[in-house]
C-alpha cells in the first residue's frame, strides 16, 4: 500500500543539524509534490518546506530561509530535509506528506497521504 515513512529524528543541540528522510513504497514520487510540516507542543501544525520531485522545484517558510535544505533522490524515491542551525522552539515532530501535483505547492489541506511523523527535539 502507499507509506510515506519519515527517519532521522531525535536529539540536537542548539545549533546542530539534522537530516530527515521521507521514503516512499508502494507508489513513486516523479508525479508528487512532496511537503514537510511540522507541529510543536501546544502549536497548530506548519509548513516547512515543500519539492516538486519531478522538476526539482522547491519552497520554503520564511522562518527556516537558508538554513534548511529540502532535496529528493529519485532514484531512492527519497525526499530530505536537512536542517541546519536549528533552535529550541523548533523542537517538533516532522511530518512528510504528499500531494499528486507537479508543482511546488503544499497546502496542508490538500496533502493526500501523511507518514506518522518524526520527532526531533532541539535540546542543551
Known amino acids: 500500500q502507499l507509506q510515506l515513512v519519515e527517519s532521522g529524528g531525535g536529539l540536537v543541540q542548539p545549533g546542530g543539524s539534522l537530516r530527515l528522510s521521507c521514503a516512499a513504497s508502494g507508489f513513486t514520487l516523479d508525479d508528487y509534490v512532496i511537503g514537510w510540516f511540522r507541529q510543536a507542543p501546544g502549536k497548530e501544525r506548519e509548513g516547512v518546506s515543500c519539492?516538486?520531485?519531478?522538476?526539482?522545484?522547491?519552497n520554503y517558510a520564511d522562518s527556516v530561509k537558508g538554513r534548511f535544505t529540502i532535496s529528493r533522490d529519485n532514484a531512492r524515491n527519497t525526499v530530505y530535509l536537512q536542517m541546519n542551525s536549528l533552535k529550541y522552539e523548533e523542537t517538533a515532530v516532522y511530518y512528510c506528506?504528499?500531494?499528486?501535483?507537479?508543482?511546488?505547492?503544499?497546502?496542508?489541506?490538500?496533502?493526500?497521504?501523511w507518514g506518522k511523523g518524526t520527532l526531533v527535539t532541539v535540546s542543551s
Open positions: 506528506a504528499a500531494r499528486r501535483f507537479r508543482l511546488a505547492s503544499c497546502p496542508p489541506d490538500g496533502m493526500n497521504y
Open positions: 519539492i516538486s520531485v519531478n522538476s526539482g522545484s522547491t
